[in-house]
């Protein structure tokens, strides 16, 4: 019996290929959703939040570290002696070298501009 060796190539660049088309109209789906606008945060969860809460939910502890020792962002210890709270709340909301903005509610702002500026 001659079975042909480029079959089961053959079968495999077929399923790929039908994958890349499959998880292609899964990600314009999702495309779709995040443009609409998604899955919000519940705004009473972020009223109620403390600057330390709000700071390990949007993710500030992976650049800025557990204990604001930086890392892939600057160490947030004493930044209130090297910055003003304007330059602080300035770059909190609109960031700035690698680091996005608007990750702070409104609301919360001023309050997690005073939290930064005391860290020691």
């Known amino acids: 019996m001659n079975r042909n060796p480029l079959i089961p190539f053959a079968l495999i660049a077929v399923l790929g290929i039908g ?38 939910q949007q993710g500030c502890i992976n650049c800025h570290g557990q204990n604001y020792e930086g890392g892939v962002g600057p160490k947030l210890t004493g930044v209130g002696e090297r910055l003003s709270e304007n330059d602080i ?29 005391e860290l020691q």
């Open 89 to 117: 709340k300035n770059i909190i909301q609109n960031g700035g070298n690698g680091m996005p903005g608007n990750l702070v509610p409104q609301e919360k702002l001023d309050e997690m501009t005073a939290w930064v500026a």
């Open 19 to 56: 994958l890349i088309f499959l998880f292609s109209f899964k990600g314009l789906g999702d495309a779709r959703q995040l443009a609409e606008g998604g899955e919000e945060q519940p705004a009473e969860d972020v009223a109620n939040a403390s600057p330390e809460e709000i700071y390990a």
